[in-house]
């Protein structure tokens, strides 16, 4: 009887030692971090935001080798477009005809990868938040049905032709409307392989490029003049 009342006297006093020590550790750390305030905090803005979005992927990107038998090329890529801006047709069979893309589209085209059914890499959506995704994708469902017409289809601005000097960062030549999260297209295997990005890893895209959104004036050949003022 009295062994068992100096034991529970002592785990007693065990415990209670864990709690206070507990206590005055956390309180200790509690010293060391001060809280952010949400008014402090830098603004967003909402419409660059979207650039940071694939950003935890970038070195994953970077590191990745590339499969050369099953890219895209632009060709491929516009071939599947009506016209440029149009969103591309849904150019494989649809298992469940009747669903919101949240489960039946996002599990293979919010992060891409390699579809062994398809026999292709799946290309990453730029809007995952856009759910409904049939809304705007529709399937081709006849290839005969239709006639061509005169119908003139806006020409896509060329890649390859939009640095102002040598080695200068090319300007954005498209409009960035739900194009905001740059890396979905420009990085990865189901990225064409014109325009696949050779640094994916500085993820400030828009800190270089900038938009085509200015009209500019010819200025005839440009000539640097070095040391020649003095
Ligand atoms: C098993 C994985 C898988 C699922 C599920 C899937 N896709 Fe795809 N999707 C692919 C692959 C792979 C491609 C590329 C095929 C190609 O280029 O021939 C592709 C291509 C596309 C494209 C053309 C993209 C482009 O740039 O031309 C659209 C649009 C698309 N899918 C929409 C959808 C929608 C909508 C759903 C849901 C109803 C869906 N996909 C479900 C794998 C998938
Ligand atoms: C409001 C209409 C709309 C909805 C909803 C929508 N998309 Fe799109 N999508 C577009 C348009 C428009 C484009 C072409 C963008 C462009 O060329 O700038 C596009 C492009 C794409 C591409 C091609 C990206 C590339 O490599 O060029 C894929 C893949 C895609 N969408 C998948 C999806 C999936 C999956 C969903 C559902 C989760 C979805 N989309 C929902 C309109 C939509
Ligand atoms: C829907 C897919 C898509 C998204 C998202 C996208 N791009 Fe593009 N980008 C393209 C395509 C396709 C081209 C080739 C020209 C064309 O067809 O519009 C291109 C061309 C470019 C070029 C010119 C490349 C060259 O060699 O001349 C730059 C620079 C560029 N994009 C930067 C960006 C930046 C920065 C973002 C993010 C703000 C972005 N892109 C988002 C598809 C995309
Ligand atoms: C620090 C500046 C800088 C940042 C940040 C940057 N780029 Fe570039 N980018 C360049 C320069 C410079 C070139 C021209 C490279 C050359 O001609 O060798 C270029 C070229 C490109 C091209 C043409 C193809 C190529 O790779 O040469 C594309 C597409 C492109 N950038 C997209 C992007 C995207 C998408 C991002 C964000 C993930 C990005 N860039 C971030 C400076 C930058």
């Not at 669903?99 to 292709?120: D, I, R, T, V, W």
């Not at 490029?209 to 000539?223: C, E, P, Q, R, S």
């Amino acid at each position: 009887m009295k062994r068992a009342g100096i034991l529970s006297l002592f785990t007693l006093l065990f415990l209670s030692f864990i709690v206070v020590w507990n206590r005055s550790y956390e309180s200790g750390l509690e010293d060391a971090y001060i809280p952010l305030d949400a008014s402090d905090a830098v603004p967003s803005i909402p419409s660059e935001e979207g650039v940071f979005k694939r950003a935890e992927f970038a070195l994953e990107y970077d590191k990745m080798p590339y499969d050369e038998n099953h890219q895209r090329s632009l060709d491929t890529y516009y071939e599947n477009r009506a016209y440029y801006g149009a969103p591309p047709y849904i150019p494989h069979e649809v298992t469940e005809e009747r669903n919101m893309g949240g489960n039946s589209c996002l599990k293979c085209h919010e992060n891409g990868g390699y579809a062994a059914k398809f026999k292709m890499y799946t290309p990453v959506t730029p809007h995952p938040e856009m759910i409904n995704c049939r809304q705007c994708h529709v399937s081709q469902l006849t290839a005969s049905a239709f006639k061509g017409t005169n119908f003139p289809k806006n020409k896509a601005p060329k890649a390859g032709e939009n640095n102002a000097l040598v080695s200068s960062p090319p300007i954005i030549p498209h409009q960035i409307q739900m194009r905001e999260n740059c890396l979905s297209c420009h990085a990865g295997p189901a990225a064409p392989k014109e325009i696949r990005v050779t640094h994916p890893e500085r993820v400030n895209c828009r800190q270089c490029h900038v938009l085509n959104n200015k009209k500019t004036a010819d200025i005839g050949n440009f000539k640097k003049y070095l040391n020649e003022t003095k």
